[in-house]
């Protein structure tokens, strides 16, 4: 299964753009890229997926860099509900399409 | 409501026991997984499945059973030979497919006593 490397933490202050790197250098061709957030004590909740193009949704925005090994996720204007740990996953391209988390990042907004 | 069910929220296990944890679903996905995460650390996958009456083994299946003997449930049970088994587990829900976005329930916190 290819592997995901994330910063271990970030800060970020509210209401300002933040950008989450990804880096994924083993990534295969059909691969597609997923995003979760997780909030203590519940489950992870889906934030955003992309193959190749960028993608914009109401959460948040996902740059894939034009070789694919690397991504970023952007949320536009921090809030301290995005406090979280974002984890950035390669979905399975095998018919299971487990998903394989890795550490994440955990995320502190500051007001 | 549609979604993901599990239960308890909250249980303790003595030593030696069995104990089996819930996750019942009404969003018609195919594929059921659950997963383990300990404190601090990321989430790994236990068993999963992609139709009914067959199941996977996943990274650390060992001391744990599974059934999918209906689409809409797969409870997971933690057996005696799993030696720490304390920890909060999560379960999830998809169509069938790698392009599909996985749903996660709220998850049951497992503590031994």
């Known amino acids: 299964d290819a592997k995901t490397t994330q910063p271990n933490s970030m800060e970020s202050n509210e209401e300002e753009p933040v950008h989450l790197p990804c880096n994924h250098s083993?990534?295969?061709?059909?691969?597609?890229i997923h995003w979760y957030r997780q909030l203590p004590s519940q489950g992870p909740e889906y934030v955003i997926h992309?193959?190749?193009s960028n993608v914009n949704n109401r959460m948040a925005s996902l740059a894939i860099a034009e070789d694919r090994k690397s991504s970023t996720l952007i949320l536009h204007r921090a809030t301290l509900r995005d406090a979280a740990v974002y984890y950035c996953?390669?979905?399975?391209?095998?018919?299971?399409?487990?998903?394989?988390f890795g550490q994440g990042t955990t995320l502190q907004v500051k007001p | 409501d549609g979604g993901i069910t599990q239960s308890p929220k909250y249980l303790f296990r003595k030593e030696g026991q069995n104990v089996t944890l819930s996750c019942e679903q009404n969003?018609?996905?195919?594929?059921m997984y659950w997963y383990r995460q300990d404190p601090g650390q990321g989430l790994r996958l236990i068993y999963y499945?992609?139709?009914?009456?067959?199941?996977q083994k996943g990274d650390i299946a060992e001391g744990y059973s599974v059934s999918r003997e209906k689409k809409e449930s797969f409870p997971l049970t933690v057996t005696s030979a799993q030696k720490n088994p304390t920890a909060f587990y999560l379960c999830?829900?998809?169509?069938?497919?790698?392009?599909?976005?996985?749903?996660f329930g709220e998850g049951s916190w497992l503590t031994v006593v």
């Open positions: 999830a829900t998809s169509l069938a497919g790698f392009r599909n976005t996985i749903y």
């Open positions: 996953i390669l979905r399975d391209r095998s018919n299971t399409g487990k998903l394989i």
């Open positions: 969003l018609n996905h195919d594929a």
């Open positions: 499945s992609q139709i009914v009456n067959d199941f």
């Open positions: 992309g193959l190749t």
């Open positions: 083993t990534i295969s061709g059909t691969d597609y």
